[in-house]
């Protein structure tokens, strides 16, 4: 069974930058699309962004789009979220999720693998 393990959450003035890993074992990410999700206190969990399998295809929300980059390293098992030009409103636990493709991963109730969250706190 895949265990996923999110790392690299914190605290972050607005406007800096956190780079979030999300780390595979007991499986390999590689046939899998992996998404990021985000939960802020009160509100239901949104989708963040998707990368498929191979890295070549990747989907945003709108709502960070061209300040997120999602990326991958199958040789590593790990997915990365590069955050930048973070805002007050990004602030929320961020989970990781794998599925059998993009489609899977973007829907309400994602794909059957989650991580159990790490914390970004973006402050103004």
């Known amino acids: 069974q895949v265990q996923l393990v999110e790392s690299g959450g914190g605290l972050v003035q607005a406007g800096g930058s956190l780079r979030l890993s999300c780390a595979a074992s007991?499986?390999?990410?590689?046939?899998?699309?992996v998404g990021w999700f985000r939960q802020a206190p009160g509100k239901e969990r949104e989708f963040v962004a998707v990368?498929?399998?191979?890295?070549?295809?990747?989907d945003y929300a709108d709502s960070v789009k061209g300040r997120f980059t999602i990326s991958r390293d199958n040789a590593k098992n790990t997915v990365y979220l590069q955050m930048n030009s973070l805002k007050p409103e990004d602030t929320a636990v961020y989970y990781c999720?794998?599925?059998?493709?993009?489609?899977?991963?973007?829907?309400?109730?994602?794909?059957?693998?989650w991580g159990q969250g790490t914390q970004v706190t973006v402050s103004s």
């Open positions: 007991g499986g390999v990410f590689s046939p899998y699309a």
């Open positions: 990368i498929n399998w191979s890295g070549t295809s990747t």
């Open positions: 999720n794998v599925g059998p493709g993009t489609i899977v991963v973007r829907s309400p109730k994602g794909g059957a693998y």
